[in-house]
T-cell receptor, first 115, second 110 residues
Framework: GESVGLHLPTLSVQEGDNSIINCAYS??????FIWYKQESGKGPQFIID?????DKRQGQRVTVLLNKTVKHLSLQIAATQPGDSAVYFC??????????????FGKGTKLTVNP | NAGVTQTPKFRILKIGQSMTLQCTQD?????MYWYRQDPGMGLKLIYY???????DKGEVPNGYNVSRSTTEDFPLRLELAAPSQTSVYFC?????????FGPGTRLTVL
């Protein structure tokens, strides 16, 4: 069946390094994707989003890349800091209204930043 | 603004009991959502609402009911609790795209 999944369940990096978290999706009709950060014991927090008419979108220290040909999404975090340690989820919207009304989440990647 | 608030934070239920998880938002968002998150997994959508009086099923609605009588409140009802409903439940709201999540309710059914 169709699913949103991740290539790696865990990622460990050194403080100051760049981090790349990957996500594969299988629904070619999805047109809206979001990355969330979830710290232990808290609800998910929006990081950045991208629509299917874009290949790249940048935020503060974060960049999302979308490759529609291979149905792949990645989140790049520049100069990773200890406060970036969390579980990161990608999500795709499978609703028809173009917003985030029917998000399907991946399983998540746990990022650990070593000092 | 308090954002999205959920009560209770923790609850233990016996099999067959019922309960309501409360969710309130003060951001005047039209959209509200209920998710469950099982250990080591992503969130799964239970129900969502696009406005007062309108609700729709998500990915895993069985065993749950919702209502949306006001813009602010979106309670989730469990009628006959089962061990499979042991999970962390998150409520969220949005105006369109960015969803804001509550702190979650940890529910255990024994």
């Amino acid at each position: 069946g169709e699913s949103v999944g991740l290539h790696l369940p865990t990622l460990s990096v050194q403080e100051g390094d760049n981090s790349i978290i990957n996500c594969a999706y299988s629904n070619s009709a999805s047109d809206y994707f979001i990355w969330y950060k979830q710290e232990s014991g808290k609800g998910p927090q929006f990081i950045i989003d991208i629509r299917s008419n874009m290949d790249k979108r940048q935020g503060q220290r974060v960049t999302v890349l979308l490759n529609k040909t291979v149905k792949h999404l990645s989140l790049q975090i520049a100069a990773t800091q200890p406060g970036d340690s969390a579980v990161y989820f990608c999500a795709e919207n499978r609703g028809s209204q173009g917003g985030s009304e029917k998000l399907v989440f991946g399983k998540g990647t746990k990022l650990t930043v070593n000092p | 603004n308090a954002g999205v608030t959920q009560t209770p934070k923790f609850r233990i239920l016996k099999i067959g009991q019922s309960m309501t998880l409360q969710c309130t938002q003060d951001m005047n968002h039209n959209y509200m959502y209920w998710y469950r998150q099982d250990p080591g997994m992503g969130l799964k959508l239970i129900y969502y609402s696009v406005g007062a009086g309108i609700t729709d099923k998500g990915e895993v609605p069985n065993g749950y009911n919702v209502s949306r009588s006001t813009t602010e409140d979106f309670p989730l009802r469990l009628e006959l609790a089962a061990p499979s409903q042991t999970s962390v439940y998150f409520c969220a709201s949005s105006s369109y795209n960015e969803q804001f999540f509550g702190p979650g309710t940890r529910l255990t059914v024994l």
